[in-house]
Structures are given as structure tokens and as C-alpha cells.
């Protein structure tokens, strides 16, 4: 019975030992790595860059048409203003679309966006999506305020398909720097 035990102790010796040997050996690593990532470090001095602030302020944060404002019928168009201003540390370029688009009108009022004659944006509302969206063609500067329109308009050929029913969205504006993006991409 003794010499089981004396095998047991051996074994759990030897273990111990060679637990301690690699414990030794991963250390031994570790500072031989954390040496050689001190030494290539590269240092290029004087470098500079700075961030900048992206803000848009889209029509003070008001609805462009209100809940119950217009009861819509075929062939009828509404027009309605609004603004998008650039409160942002640089030039931007920006893309107006929906979002959180909801009722059975989504698929029948044509939504049409204008600066000036120019239009940014023409298609069904259920269309008018962040994905969707392109941005608009030319820059909106620093401290720059454009005056857009938005057309809304039931097409006389739907009919009554829309009787009672609702259209509802939130109008978004997203917006990136113009510096270091001539691909103009929103990330």
C-alpha cells in the first residue's frame, strides 16, 4: 500500500514539476514578445489630423405636412416648403429620405423633392428609403440653408384604392463630409 502511495506522490511530482517548467517557459515568451513589440515600434514625428462635426438641421425638426392636415383624393397634389441647413465644421453632401414608413397610401402617393427646378427625389413614398436614397448632386456648404419643396400627389388613376386609409413617415436627412469622399459614401 505504501509504495502505491509513493507512486501517486511521484507522479503528482513530476506533474507539478513540468507545470512549472512551462509555466516558466510561456513567461519566458510573453516578455521575449512584449520586448520585440516595444523595439519595432515606428515613430513618424510632427503628423496632424483633425475630426470635424457633422450636423444637419432638417426643417427645425418639424413635420413637412401634419397628421389630419389634408384629407387626399385623386388628382390632388399638395406642395409644402421646408428647409435643410448645414450646422456642420465642413462641406457636406446629404440625401433626404423616409423612414419608418407606414399605411396603405405608401404604395399610391408619388413623393416628389425639389431644390428649385432641380429634383432630388421622385418616386412612391414606400420607395423613398434610407438604402434607396441617393445623394443629392452638388454640395451643401458651411453654414448653408436650401430651401426645398416636397409635392405630394394621388395619382387620379388609383382611384379609390386610398379611401380611408393613411400614410405616416418620418422625413430624414443623413449627411457626410466632403473632405477625403469624392465617392460620396454614407457609412
Not at 390632388?76 to 416648403?81: A, I
Not at 387620379?156 to 457626410?176: I, K, M, S, W, Y
Amino acid at each position: 500500500m505504501m509504495k502505491m502511495n509513493k507512486n501517486r506522490t511521484n507522479r503528482l511530482e513530476k506533474k507539478l514539476s513540468l507545470g512549472i517548467v512551462v509555466l516558466f517557459v510561456l513567461i519566458g515568451c510573453l516578455c521575449i514578445t512584449t520586448v520585440a513589440l516595444t523595439r519595432t515600434v515606428l515613430v513618424v514625428k510632427e503628423n496632424y489630423f483633425e475630426t470635424g462635426l457633422v450636423k444637419i438641421n432638417l426643417n427645425d425638426g418639424e413635420p413637412v405636412i401634419r397628421e389630419d392636415e389634408y384629407i387626399f383624393e385623386p388628382g390632388m397634389t399638395v406642395v409644402k416648403n421646408f428647409f435643410i441647413q448645414n450646422e456642420s465644421t465642413d462641406d457636406v453632401y446629404y440625401k433626404l429620405y423616409f423612414d419608418n414608413v407606414d399605411g396603405n397610401l405608401a404604395d399610391i402617393i408619388e413623393i416628389s423633392i425639389l431644390y428649385g427646378n432641380k429634383s432630388l427625389y421622385n418616386g412612391l413614398a414606400q420607395d423613398m428609403t434610407r438604402d434607396l436614397a441617393v445623394a443629392a448632386d452638388d454640395v451643401l456648404r458651411v453654414d448653408e440653408r436650401r430651401e426645398l419643396e416636397i409635392w405630394f400627389y394621388y395619382p387620379p388613376t388609383e382611384g379609390n384604392r386610398g379611401q380611408a386609409q393613411a400614410l405616416e413617415f418620418d422625413l430624414c436627412a443623413e449627411a457626410v463630409q466632403t473632405r477625403n469622399n469624392p465617392d460620396k459614401l454614407f457609412e
